[in-house]
């Protein structure tokens, strides 16, 4: 039970590159969320997904896309990176229980753009 | 827009020394979380608060939800260097109607945590 996974953990691009990060989950959890988080601001909701074949925007999903085609996968895509998307990555996935939400992460993916 | 204000930012202390984080807002929000993040890690959920004016405690920490759903803190008693670490609050927006919902959790900036042994 591997739980959150993300691939790859550290990447740089050049400016204008393009790659997608992919969130694994084996947890069948309905709803998965992507943030980026930079020091000082927290995490910030990027894109998230309430089940297979549905995505919604974040707070902050300008120059990102994502796909949700199967229910253990989430991937999010830059098309043309640009040095402000420097961050690191977060996918999560969540369970709801007695009135409360519980997200748990993966291990996240730094990303560096030159 | 919910936003959610946590100080102090940066926290250094000695060993056995207590210490309060503070998560406010001027939102309601449905739930409220506190995670812990070690460096190269994900956040891991610590606890989680639903009721006003609840208290939970987790051996040495006690973690309070304000009586009108909009702020938290967290207490540590006798910090050890193994509480170092990222400490995030995060609330929950309020439930859907029908009782759907999903998390859209709003995060604080969060609070750097290092014990000194």
């Known amino acids: 039970n591997a739980g959150v996974t993300q691939t790859p953990k550290f990447r740089v691009l050049k400016t204008g590159q393009s790659m997608t990060l992919l969130c694994a989950q084996d947890m069948n959890h309905e709803y998965m969320y992507w943030y980026r988080q930079d020091p000082g601001m927290g995490l910030r909701l990027i894109h998230y997904s309430v089940g297979e074949g549905t995505t919604a925007k974040g707070e902050v999903p300008d120059g990102y896309n994502v796909s949700r085609l199967k229910k253990q996968n989430f991937l999010l895509g830059l098309e043309s990176a640009a040095p402000s998307q420097t961050s690191v990555y977060f996918c999560?996935?969540?369970?709801?229980?007695?009135?409360?939400?519980?997200?748990?992460f993966g291990p996240g993916t730094r990303l560096t753009v030159l | 827009t919910q936003l959610l204000e946590q100080s102090p930012q940066f926290l250094s202390i000695q060993e056995g020394e207590n210490l309060t984080v503070y998560c406010n807002s001027s939102s309601v929000f449905s739930s409220l979380q506190w995670y812990r993040q070690e460096p190269g890690e994900g956040p891991v959920l610590l606890v989680t608060?639903?009721?006003?004016?609840e208290v939970k405690k987790l051996k040495r920490l006690t973690f309070q939800f304000g009586d009108a759903r909009k702020d938290s803190s967290l207490h540590i008693t006798a910090a050890q260097p193994g509480d170092t670490g990222l400490y995030l609050c995060a609330g929950a927006g309020p439930m859907h109607a029908g009782g759907t919902s999903y998390g859209k959790l709003t995060f604080g900036q969060g609070t750097i945590l290092t014990v000194h042994p």
């Open positions: 608060v639903v009721t006003g004016g």
């Open positions: 999560a996935t969540e369970t709801h229980s007695g009135g409360a939400y519980t997200q748990y």
